[in-house]
């Protein structure tokens, strides 16, 4: 399972590269942060840890989550 992490230094967002769709609702909903066409492809300083926390709850396959790195798993 290849997931790749992202953060700012106070929430970190995993991708899981498996389950991504493509769906590009991520783009479109925070185009500052998720850019499919640039590598990496998700920049964690685009936007807000709270924008980012809501959009990444949007994402429809699951590929996306965050923790906030005072949380780490
Ligand atoms: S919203 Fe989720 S499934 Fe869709 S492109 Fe973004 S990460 Fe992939």
């Known amino acids: 399972m290849e997931t790749k992490e992202y953060t700012n230094g106070e929430v970190t967002i995993v991708w899981n590269a498996s389950l991504c769709t ?6 479109r909903g925070l185009a500052s942060v998720f850019k499919p066409r640039e590598k990496p492809w998700v920049d964690p300083h685009g936007a807000t840890t709270e924008e980012i926390v809501h959009q990444v709850r949007r994402c429809p ?6 923790y906030l790195n005072t949380e780490k798993p």
Not at 22 to 27: D, E, Q, Y
């Open 22 to 27: 493509h769906s590009a609702n991520c783009a």
């Open 61 to 66: 396959s699951g590929a996306l989550t965050t």
